[in-house]
């Protein structure tokens, strides 16, 4: 199995609690023939940064779908904060997600109709959980959005609309948040700011991030770095560099 701990000089105040995400032996397959995902064995340690990189069809969108519980695996098991969320019926399937679950997509998904405000307390309302104003404040204080609560999306630049989103996904206190290429709508210096955001986070939160992206030099500000391949995990690297990583998704683009 491979085990993801935070680095050194990491707060480590959590380090008795659960991983904050664990897969055992997940396999996923598609019409009972084609296999994208073969016996992936992951831990993530709570307050590490975790990057997840592979050539197309590699399988690390679907490592990504089954570890945040939007899909669910042909086998193998999946926990969430010391919770098992393979193998749970779509509502409660659902309903973990809501709880212990946060999300960042390359396309924001911000809901145009709301205000910034509206949309990072909409998983809350969602749920039924009341919002926390104390630890919202502080949030979009954090990322540079406490002037900006009563706008709606399409008056937020792309940077601003990706911090809105980030909040979004931390506004529940996730054990785990998701980011499924968060950057590759972005230019590069905006895309550098959110970076740096979501390492922040972690280093300074002890939030746990795993990041899909295909961008060798996003993957470098991640604590370590997982390459997929042929639906398996190839390579792990800590302290990712971009170089090295681009070499390695270079052989595995001749194979």
């Excluded at 709570?46 to 050539?55: D, E, H, K």
């Excluded at 969430?80 to 997509?105: A, C, D, M």
Aim: hydrophobic share 40%; with cysteine.
């Amino acid at each position: 199995m491979t085990t993801l701990t935070a680095p050194l000089g990491a707060p480590r105040s959590a380090s008795a609690r659960p991983p904050a995400l664990l897969m055992r032996e997940v396999t996923k397959t598609y019409d009972g023939a084609h296999t994208v995902l073969d016996r992936v064995s992951l831990e993530v340690q709570r307050g590490t940064f975790l990057a997840v990189m592979g050539p197309s069809g590699s399988g690390k969108s679907t490592l990504l779908h089954c570890a945040a519980g939007l899909d669910d695996p042909t086998s193998g098991e999946v926990h969430v904060g010391g919770h098992r969320i393979s193998g749970l019926g779509e509502t409660k399937r659902t309903l973990l997600r809501r709880n212990r679950i946060g999300f960042v997509f390359q396309s924001y998904n911000l809901l145009p109709s709301l205000t910034v405000e509206e949309n990072l307390t909409l998983p809350l309302r969602q749920s039924g959980a009341a919002a926390d104003r104390t630890w919202l404040r502080h949030l979009v204080e954090r990322v540079g959005l406490a002037d900006l609560l009563d706008r709606r999306p399409a008056e937020l630049s792309g940077g601003q609309q990706q911090r809105a989103a980030i909040a979004r996904s931390l506004a529940a206190r996730p054990d785990v948040v998701f980011a499924d290429e968060p950057t590759g709508a972005l230019d590069l210096d905006t895309a550098a700011g959110v970076l740096d955001l979501l390492r922040e986070l972690v280093d300074e939160w002890e939030q746990t991030v795993v990041m899909v992206t295909h961008d060798p030099a996003a993957a470098a500000r991640a604590h370590a770095a997982c390459v997929v391949a042929d639906g398996r995990i190839d390579s792990y690297l800590p302290n990712p560099d971009a170089a090295e990583l681009a070499r390695r998704l270079t052989a595995l683009g001749r194979r």
